[in-house]
């Protein structure tokens, strides 16, 4: 579900699962209380008790930081169960069929939107049946009250799945203004960012162990601005852009200066690093760039280091920037991992 969702948007839902487990569980068992002492429906109070504490259990997961996914769904059939008993046990005059109309949102907010109306068609179904047996009394029309149901409570469910499409769109497009290089399209520094937080918090002891990171700065790249002109510059960083683009997934190329780009290696030991960047460092080398019918060649010195878990992202940037540097003081067009370095 979480594959086709922004940070931000899973968030909202993390945040949602929270309160939501904490308000209904403590709504569930102030209504036990209730049912207890002044309506006397024990059967109804019961059902409160075990499912109040059950979201409340989800509740201490979240405190705990430590949710499973089973337990989004297991809260909303929780809180469904508790609807649908209240609506089945109740008297409908108390108006406990209001309480329906709250299950789309509810699944959409917790799910996905897919999902969400795969529940909202599967719950509709037994909420139709028993409102029509139960409104069949002179104090309702029992189609039409079915009826008027069903419209407001798929409706609730159209309103959530607008919102939350428009959300996503509208949170993509932020996202990719925010970590998105505009003039190359390569990922920029926010974005190099937010993959060390991952890093540090997600990733596991072996995928950290085999990251590796590429820096890879153009040499002399002053000259192509002040040979050819500053657009023409700007062409050859757009193509040196795709020609990396080539090489590796465009989630793991970022360009985090003028002339510089850092590609991330997920799952290389230090020796296919070298060679992974050996291979762009070749292909860069026998590649022409083009703009405005001129023809340029262009080099790159690359700085390979390994990521260490718990590293900041300034102490990264350092490190990498020695092993750069070592590659242009030894002559350029050349990559470099701690001492092991390539020349040509
Ligand atoms: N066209 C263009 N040039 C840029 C951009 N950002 C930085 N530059 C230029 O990149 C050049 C970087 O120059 P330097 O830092 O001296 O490095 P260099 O000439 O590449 O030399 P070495 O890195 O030492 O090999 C400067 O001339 C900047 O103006 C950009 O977005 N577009």
Redesign the pocket.
Known sequence: MHAKYTPSLIETKAMLHKWLSLISGLFMWCFAAVNFLILHQPLLGVVEIVCGGFNLFCFYHVYRDSVKTWHSVALLLSITTVIFCVFFFADLRAGSVFWLLFLPPLYCLLTSTKSALIYSIAFAIPAAVILFFKSDTDAYIAWRAVTNFLITYFLSYLICYLYQKQYLVRDLSLQKMAFQDP?TGARNRHALKLFFYDFNKAFTKQQQEDTHLLII???????V?DAFG?DV??AV?AQMTELLHLYADSDVVYRIG??EFLIVLKEHTAQQALNFAEAIRKHVEDAVFHSKEQEIKVTV?IGVAPLHRDQTFRDFLRAADKNLYSA?HKG?NMVHCDDTSKAH
């Open positions: 003039l700065d153009i040499d002399f790249f002053k000259r601005n500053h510059g700007d960083l003028g002339e010195s242009k350029r």
